[in-house]
């Protein structure tokens, strides 16, 4: 049986992800992490130590395939006006078996049940398969547009209200 998982980190393990070490309670793919995860955990960290909190749940989750770190998912910060932005990637020996879907899926739960009103991603609009996620998630295809470092980006949502 496959179980996914989404396992919100603290600031001590933002830190470590930033200094290349891994906690030694759990499994962890080689290839993890990615650049992309590391500036996500630095993202989450500036936030945190902002804030004073040691999490926060409009965080850096990472993503867990049957016990073992796979990636990572979150939000790129809290909902401002009731919206928040999404972001997730796991390993390239991991795709393809529902991972990333899985975790799309349980952002948008998250958000739902914080009283998000609107989620929404973003995808390079060559990156099929990455829109197939969002699609696969509920997410609604909104057009193509530039994301805010003037990026053309095929951008995604779903309301929750």
């Known amino acids: 049986m496959t179980t996914y998982e989404l396992r919100l980190i603290t600031a001590a393990e933002a830190h470590w992800l930033l200094e290349g070490g891994r906690p030694d309670d759990r499994s962890w793919s080689v290839e993890y992490p990615a650049d992309s995860d590391r500036r996500a955990a630095g993202g989450y960290l500036d936030r945190l130590e902002e804030s004073g909190h040691s999490s926060d749940i409009f965080g850096y989750y990472q993503v867990l395939l049957n016990g ?8 790129h910060g ?3 006006l009731g ?3 999404i972001g997730y990637g ?4 991991a795709r393809r078996n ?3 879907t899985a975790a ?25 398969t990455s829109q197939s996620v969002m699609q696969r998630a509920g997410m609604l295809a909104n057009g193509l547009g530039p994301d805010p470092a003037g990026d053309l ?3 995604f ?3 929750l209200r």
């Not at 796991?90 to 020996?93: A, E, K, L």
């Not at 799309?104 to 099929?128: H, K, Q, S």
């Open 68 to 75: 073992v770190v796979i990636g990572g998912a979150g939000f």
């Open 78 to 80: 809290p909902p401002i």
């Open 83 to 85: 919206v928040v932005e």
């Open 90 to 93: 796991v390993v390239p020996s």
């Open 98 to 100: 529902g991972a990333a």
């Open 104 to 128: 799309v899926i349980g952002l948008i739960e998250i958000a739902r049940t914080a009283g998000v009103e609107l989620v929404t991603g973003n995808a390079d609009p060559d990156n099929l």
């Open 153 to 155: 980006m095929a951008h």
């Open 157 to 159: 949502s779903i309301e």
